[in-house]
């Protein structure tokens, strides 16, 4: 059974630092793993999706790899600002294209 | 406005009342699913559609139905909701290869 977990579980950094979020998988059998963000209380905003056939997603100051022999993925972001302060999930789909499995999150607090 | 719409986004029940969560999105997509959250849980997916009349169970299915009759909407039913479906809820659909949408959830309480 696909279980994924996120290292660390949360995270406070000043404002301007670069910082890499983990994620890990148990069954490298996957379609794709999609990075998102939870603000409290609200609904999930998608950052990155990176198929199986992929190693690297690039969206402006965020950028996801994906080593899916060794079950890995991290979200690098760079230069961080207080605005990025969220709960950052990543979530694996499996090669049916059916289950989702989320991680745990990375709580993210950037100090000004 | 590409998006998934539930709705309400907020219901206070008691133990037994029947209830529907409707879920509705606008991007043609033919897979959706519903997720419930808990502190220290996290994500669990309940049921997922991969297409129209094609439904089936997820990870904490027990308590819950749902019908997929028509491509955009996907409700989620609770025949005899009890304190432990106290949850928020979250709707998502996606296409194939692409990203999942998530819409702004249902906060459920069941006294």
């Known amino acids: 059974k696909q279980e994924v977990t996120q290292i660390p579980a949360a995270l406070s950094v000043p404002e301007g630092e670069n910082l890499v979020l983990n994620c890990s998988f148990t069954d490298s059998a996957i379609y794709n793993l999609q990075w998102f963000r939870q603000d409290p209380g609200k609904g999930l905003t998608s950052l990155l999706l990176?198929?199986?056939?992929?190693r690297e997603q690039t969206s402006g100051r965020l950028n996801a790899s994906l080593d899916k022999s060794s079950g890995r993925s991290t979200l690098y972001i760079a230069a961080s600002q207080p605005g990025d302060s969220a709960t950052y999930l990543c979530?694996?789909?499996?090669?049916?294209?059916?289950?989702?499995?989320f991680g745990p999150g990375t709580s993210l607090s950037v100090i000004p | 406005e590409a998006q998934v719409t539930q709705n309400p986004r907020y219901l206070i029940t008691v133990t037994g009342k029947k209830l529907t969560v409707t879920c509705s999105q606008n991007m043609n997509h033919e897979y959706m699913s519903w997720y419930r959250q808990d502190p220290g849980l996290g994500l669990r997916q309940i049921y997922y559609?991969?297409?129209?009349?094609?439904?089936d169970k997820g990870d904490v299915p027990e308590g819950y139905k749902v019908s997929r009759k028509e491509k955009r909407n996907f409700p989620l039913i609770l025949e005899s909701p009890s304190p432990n479906q106290t949850s928020l809820y979250f709707c998502?659909?996606?296409?194939?290869?692409?990203?999942?949408?998530f819409g702004n959830g249902t906060r459920l309480t069941v006294t």
């Open positions: 998502a659909s996606s296409q194939v290869n692409s990203p999942l949408h």
């Open positions: 990176i198929q199986s056939s992929q």
């Open positions: 559609s991969m297409n129209v009349e094609v439904t």
């Open positions: 979530a694996v789909r499996d090669t049916s294209y059916d289950k989702v499995i």
